[in-house]
Nanobody
Framework: QVQLVESGGGLVQAGCSLRLSCAAS????????MGWFRQALGKEREFVSA????????YYADSVKGRFTISRDNANNRVYLQMDSLKPEDTAVYYC??????????????????WGQGTQVTVSS
């Protein structure tokens, strides 16, 4: 199985950028579709972005479309989430997830098989 570790979170002002990284170990991430989810305090976990194993298909939640960019580096077993023009409502714990069906990048968290521990992103106004 694959292990996932997120990094890159922090405290930033609105309008600034952050780049989250998800480092995988144990298995090559080329075997998985990968996704980013987030969970704000008191709210359910929600979809942010996902992509298939070869990046052919990428998907974004409407709330982040045009501001966030997902990418993957299969050679280095990493997935990234570039977050620009951050807003206070982006504040949440961000999770990286892997799905064994590498050809479908789902927005449903139940479709993912492995999860990281999360990284906190806080955007101040």
């Amino acid at each position: 199985q694959v292990q996932l570790v997120e990094s890159g979170g922090g405290l930033v002002q609105a309008g600034c950028s952050l780049r989250l990284s998800c480092a995988a170990s144990g298995r090559p991430i080329s075997e998985y579709a990968m996704g980013w989810f987030r969970q704000a305090l008191g709210k359910e976990r929600e979809f942010v972005s996902a992509l298939t194993w070869c990046s052919t298909n990428t998907y974004y939640a409407d709330s982040v479309k045009g501001r966030f960019t997902i990418s993957r580096d299969n050679a280095n077993n990493r997935v990234y989430l570039q977050m620009d023009s951050l807003k206070p409502e982006d504040t949440a714990v961000y999770y990286c997830a892997a799905r064994r069906d590498s050809t479908i990048a789902s927005s449903n968290p139940r479709h993912y098989d492995y999860w990281g521990q999360g990284t906190q992103v806080t955007v101040s106004s």
